[in-house]
């Protein structure tokens, strides 16, 4: 699998804006979707919102208006820029790429996930 290396998660007041990345890694050929899932504790994990390669993106209904997810296919980065954070934010959230790489000299598909970053959000 193609590795996924996040960042950017912490802890802020609610109101406020954390900015994650996901940075893919490898000889990747193409990367059809990159998302965003999170994982509340006490709850299984869910999609926040997905960037699909020709520019359409999809979010869940309960972040539309303050999260935004963008590329940068030059560098295989997602990022998504989180505004107006609520504690119901809270969680562990996991970046998701679907795509094709190089392995063992073969155009392989890949479904690889990150080791999720923590983000906090305190009233």
């Known amino acids: 699998q193609v590795p996924l290396v996040e960042s950017g998660g912490g802890l802020v007041q609610a109101g406020g804006s954390l900015r994650l990345s996901c940075a893919a890694s490898?000889?990747?050929?193409?990367?059809?979707?990159m998302g965003w899932y999170r994982q509340a504790p006490g709850k299984e994990r869910e999609l926040v919102g997905i960037?699909?390669?020709?520019?359409?993106?999809n979010y869940t209904e309960s972040v539309k208006g303050r999260f935004t997810i963008s590329r940068d296919n030059a560098r295989n980065t997602v990022y998504l820029q989180m505004n107006s954070l609520k504690p119901e934010d809270t969680g562990v959230y996991f970046c998701?790429?679907?795509?094709?790489?190089?392995?063992?000299?073969?155009?392989?598909?890949?479904?690889?996930w990150g080791q999720g970053t923590q983000v906090t959000v305190s009233s």
């Open positions: 490898g000889i990747i050929f193409s990367i059809d979707v």
């Open positions: 998701n790429a679907q795509g094709s790489h190089l392995l063992a000299f073969e155009r392989r598909p890949f479904d690889s």
């Open positions: 960037h699909i390669n020709d520019g359409r993106t």
